[in-house]
């Protein structure tokens, strides 16, 4: 046996070690469960969540690796001098406690992804390791302080990087590079914004900032949590698994849709409409809308409670006016509606002390809730709910010219205006965000410790407020590409995006390498750039993958799509046939009908198991990643909507391997004439 024979058959052997450290670990915690904790209900309830998470987070995937990594470090120079870490997706003690396997996010796995040659952070050696199917296959070393060091030539990083793509989306904690630790490892106080193009990992970027967080802001994110915002269903359910293969399992992930659901959903608006409500002139229009109702005093209040009681129209005067200004300043509706109520009791109380009595809190709580303040309090400030408030705007054209003016013109108008006030609507997505807008002005909404919003380029300003009141007191992560911005309301640059968050002063950084798509794909899709309207730097790829690329004039897209999936399946990974929507269901049946099993991209939540064809419209391919894309009809994609060159950019950066592009029309894109491309 050779020296490396057996320095390969002892890291197999510290595998298995930790493996059945693991295994130990959940079993404490197992009998833990067991174990009657006594205490009060609701502390045992408490254990009981907590155990079950932790027992969660304890699960062993046989087929994922413990570890991937392994740091040598120097004799000196460095708190760890001497020692030796294996790096992986979890921490692994022994059963006194010494880490077997130390968290990707500890503090001194920083130099497994930092260290180089130039700067080695004390580290001698880094170790990476080949794995299949969970087995340790092989190690390939850096020796950094000899000034040795792979970086991106290293032959197990880019087999790692090119894995093919099958099921959800997985974790890149062995894979990180340097650019992008430096984003993950930024503090909680931090709010980022990355400009990230196509494949260049700004989604596993922004997740994997999620569980840093959550690992080095354990207490302060348990009370106030941990939200990602995604754009639709099918890629939360893509991204659904990364974070629980990291052991973090208490994030919530939603879209803005699930964010803002307070009515049922089953409408849908026209672009002009759509243009409008998503526009930051609708807050203040709703916010005129619910002030319209506030009155002043004109005359006194009288209450009887033994004794007559009166206030003059001048005092409450000065409670309404006072509760007006502290609502202008900020605070909600609601409280600033029952402060009227409880100072204007007080002052009965005081007029009640005048005469000898002595009134407690019960009686002023009591007189603050009775008929006769009550119907006075509705006359001056009434009571408002979110979804009757929007439906007044919309419903009633005089409280809308009213709202709106100065602000929105008679058109704009004539676009969000209801024809009659129906008694149960058909609320539009758009809709449910104004309601969003009028519950934050009646009430606090709940918010979190930090929110990572991705392809948020396509969030309205409207929308982009609900994200805001979500994150008053937290930071943000904002992830996209103004490139890829097909919404009515798309951003066209950061800055005013991020002010509407409410993070104004967020820095941007931008992501342009891009570490699996072959340069090849990249740079076809580049060709589209200088059409978007958008002031980004073309990405750029490390890796060439000749044969990658291949765009074909055919007769019938159909029939040739049908051939080409064919042909791909029987590669590794997974394909996905993207079209016009309105061509989907003719693509799925030509598919069937050729006997290839056909995934829907709703129903399996992104990528479904080798052998299958995704077939994606393409208003819902954005932010999804296939081995294999196949491209039907440009032109149709293009014609579909109008931001449909941006729409064709999102397709056409889907694959990580490779790209097969069909068409019967011509390419009258900047994407350049056929004979041009064909063959490349």
């Not at 659904?240 to 939603?254: C, S």
């Not at 439906?391 to 108008?413: F, I, N, P, V």
């Not at 740079?523 to 750039?529: K, M, Q, W």
Request: proline share 6%; charged share 25%.
């Amino acid at each position: 046996m050779t020296s490396l024979d057996a320095e390969l058959t002892a890291e197999a052997s510290h595998l298995e070690t930790s493996r059945a450290a693991l295994a130990a670990m959940r079993k404490r915690t197992e009998e833990l469960t067991r174990t009657d904790a006594g205490g009060d209900p609701f502390s045992a309830e408490m254990l009981a969540r907590a155990l079950a998470k932790r027992l969660e987070q304890l699960l062993d995937d046989g087929t994922t690796p413990l570890f991937f990594g392994r740091l040598d470090f120097g004799p000196t120079g460095t708190p760890y001098a001497g020692e030796t870490f294996h790096v992986g997706r979890r921490h692994v003690t022994d059963v006194a406690g010494d880490p077997l396997v130390v968290d990707w996010r500890a503090p001194v796995s920083t130099a497994f992804y930092q260290a180089s040659a130039i700067a080695p952070e004390g580290v001698r050696r880094r170790r990476r390791f080949g794995f299949s199917a969970g087995r340790l296959t092989s190690f390939e070393d850096e020796h950094l302080e000899s000034g040795e060091e792979t970086g991106l030539g290293s032959r197990l990083l880019a087999e790692e990087i090119e894995r093919p793509r099958v099921g959800p989306m997985r974790d890149i904690v062995a894979t990180i590079q340097p650019d992008q630790d430096a984003l993950v490892r930024a503090g909680l106080e931090t709010s980022l914004c990355i400009q990230g193009a196509p494949g260049t990992g700004k989604t596993a970027v922004g997740l994997h900032r999620a569980a840093y967080l959550l690992y080095a802001y354990r207490e302060r994110l348990s009370r106030s949590g941990v939200l990602v915002v995604g754009p639709n269903t099918a890629f939360l359910g893509y991204i659904a698994e990364v974070l629980p293969a990291l052991g973090e399992v208490d994030v919530q992930q939603r879209t803005v849709g699930q964010l803002v659901a307070r009515v049922p959903v089953r409408g849908s608006d026209s672009p002009d409409a759509l243009a409008v409500k998503g526009d930051a002139r609708m807050a203040a229009v709703v916010a005129r809308s619910l002030t319209a109702g506030l009155g002043t005093p004109s005359a006194p209040l009288v209450i009887t409670d033994g004794v007559r009681l009166r206030i003059g129209p001048s005092e409450l005067g000065e409670i309404v006016a006072e509760a007006r200004t502290a609502y202008e300043a900020g605070t909600p509706y609601s409280t600033a509606r029952d402060r009227v109520a409880r100072r204007v009791a007080e002052r009965f109380r005081r007029q009640v002390e005048r005469r000898g009595g002595s009134p407690t809190d019960v009686w002023v709580s009591r007189v603050a809730r009775s008929r006769p303040l009550k119907t006075w309090l509705e006359s001056l400030w009434p009571a408002a709910d979110p979804a009757g408030l929007v439906a007044r705007l919309l419903g009633d054209r005089s409280l809308l010219a009213r709202a709106a003016e100065g602000l929105l013109s008679d058109a704009e108008q004539d676009a969000i205006a209801w024809d009659t006030r129906p008694r149960r609507p058909r609320w539009t997505e758009a809709d449910a965000v104004l309601i969003d807008e009028a519950a934050g002005l009646l009430d606090r909404v709940p918010g979190y410790g930090h929110v990572i919003v991705d392809e948020a380029q396509d969030l309205s300003p409207m929308q982009a407020r609900a994200i805001a009141r979500r994150s008053v007191y937290g930071s943000l992560t904002v992830l996209g590409d103004l490139a890829q911005g097909t919404a009515v309301n798309a951003a066209r640059d950061w800055p005013t995006l991020l002010g509407h968050l409410e993070k104004p002063g967020t820095v941007v950084t931008p992501l342009t390498t891009g570490y699996r798509m072959p340069a090849e794909i990249v740079e076809f899709a580049n060709r589209l750039l200088p059409a978007l309207g958008a002031d980004v730097s073309p990405a750029r790829s490390v890796r060439r993958a000749p044969g990658a690329l291949v765009v074909e004039a055919v007769g019938d897209p159909i029939a040739a799509a049908v051939r080409a999936a064919r042909a791909a399946v029987a590669e590794p990974g997974s394909v996905a046939v993207i079209t016009a929507d309105a061509t989907v269901a003719r693509v799925s049946a030509a598919l069937t009908d050729a006997g290839l099993a056909v995934a829907d991209p709703l129903a399996d939540a992104g990528p479904d198991a080798a052998g299958a064809v995704t077939v994606l419209p393409a208003t819902l391919a954005k932010g999804l990643e296939f081995d294999t894309v196949i491209v039907l009809e440009p032109s149709e994609i293009v014609a579909a909507e109008p931001r449909g060159l941006n729409r064709l950019y999102v397709v056409l950066t889907r694959a990580v391997s490779r790209l097969t592009v069909l068409h019967s029309s011509a390419l009258d894109y900047p994407l350049g004439r056929v004979d041009k491309i064909g063959g490349e």
